[in-house]
């Protein structure tokens, strides 16, 4: 990210702020929410490359039916429960429209518009789009090349991940015909009349296990973001009395 603090050294007066009184707390907000959102990544990464280990009580209890009374593998599924790893991926989409919602904010208190954004709401079936037409028709004068330059930035990022990652959100708050298994998908294979797990796949989102989608996600908002707050951050300088 650019600088993210609220304050920034100043040769002759000590501290110059970096973003107006009503940003700094948004900008704080936003840095912690990147922060757990990061952490939350690294514990479904983790999670899912100790993934066979994870499910041993799913597969020895497999196992065990199979050898009472065996059944069609060719004719089934085996998914395995991880109620950490559920909780854990709810929380990433949760965590990534909540970054969203903050930075938006961001374009008010800076008075980019004359408007009050308090997130990233869809109008009707745009995602951001009140934002966007905020952007579009309440710009403060001085500010309307630098509110076109933010509608060009998220537009352009719209088309990459955000759209995709709150739609694939929505399907998980509200899912269709069970839609987006949260579970680990067990590869079974039989051998001398027992079972054996040749492998234990994270649940995918858009054909892309967890792990990798939420990393990439990551590595999109944080470029997004950072391109964001550049923009937002070059109308400054600011004098030190604000």
């Not at 395995?80 to 938006?104: C, W, Y």
């Not at 952007?135 to 719209?158: F, T, W, Y």
Request: proline letters at 5%; charged letters at 20%; glycine letters at 6%.
């Amino acid at each position: 990210w650019p600088p993210t603090t609220t304050y920034g050294d100043n040769s002759s007066q000590g501290t110059t702020p970096l973003w107006s009184s009503e940003s700094r707390g948004v900008i704080q907000s936003c840095w912690s929410e990147y922060s757990v959102l990061n952490y939350c990544i690294g514990q479904i990464s983790g999670m899912c490359t100790d993934a066979e280990q994870l499910c041993q009580k799913q597969i020895v209890t497999l196992q065990e039916q199979y050898k009472w009374q065996p059944f069609p593998l060719n004719q089934m599924l085996f998914f395995a429960q991880q109620p950490d790893l559920h909780i854990r991926i709810e929380a990433f989409f949760s965590g990534v429209k909540t970054l969203l919602d903050l930075l938006v904010q961001l374009i008010s208190t800076e008075k980019v518009v004359n408007v009050r954004i308090d997130g990233f709401h869809r109008d009707k079936d745009q995602y951001g789009g009140r934002v966007m037409n905020t952007l579009r028709g309440n710009a403060v004068k001085p500010k309307k090349e630098l509110a076109a330059s933010l509608q060009e930035l998220i537009q352009k990022h719209k088309i990459l991940w955000i759209d995709e990652v709150i739609h694939a959100r929505d399907l998980l708050v509200h899912p269709e015909k069970g839609m987006h298994q949260l579970m680990f998908n067990l590869e079974i294979l039989e051998r001398n009349g027992a079972l054996f797990c040749l492998k234990a796949n994270p649940p995918e989102i858009n054909s892309k296990p967890i792990n990798e989608y939420a990393q990439e996600t990551l590595r999109q908002i944080t470029g997004f973001s950072s391109s964001f707050l550049a923009l937002l951050h070059a109308v400054h300088p600011r004098s030190s009395d604000q």
